[in-house]
């Protein structure tokens, strides 16, 4: 997924899927919450009306090459 999640900035999940329309819905999803099991991003949730979800890349993720 690189160029999709932004190292400094959070992504929404729209966001990240209009990136990689290749990616099936329901596979983007497994990936992204393989990635916050394995501490690679954080899922944040954004208060405001509608409240939100952004996906930040994490400490270890923005180390790792790619």
């Given at each position: 997924m690189p160029g999709a999640l932004s190292r400094h900035e959070g992504r929404r999940y729209a966001d990240i899927q209009r990136d990689l329309p290749q990616i099936p819905p329901?596979?983007?999803?497994?990936?992204?919450?393989?990635?916050?099991?394995?501490?690679?991003?954080?899922?944040?949730?954004?208060?405001?009306?509608?409240?939100?979800?952004?996906?930040?890349v994490s400490g270890p993720g923005r180390s790792a090459p790619g």
């Open positions: 329901v596979t983007l999803t497994r990936l992204l919450r393989e990635l916050e099991e394995q501490d690679v991003v954080v899922r944040v949730h954004v208060a405001g009306s509608p409240s939100r979800v952004e996906f930040i």
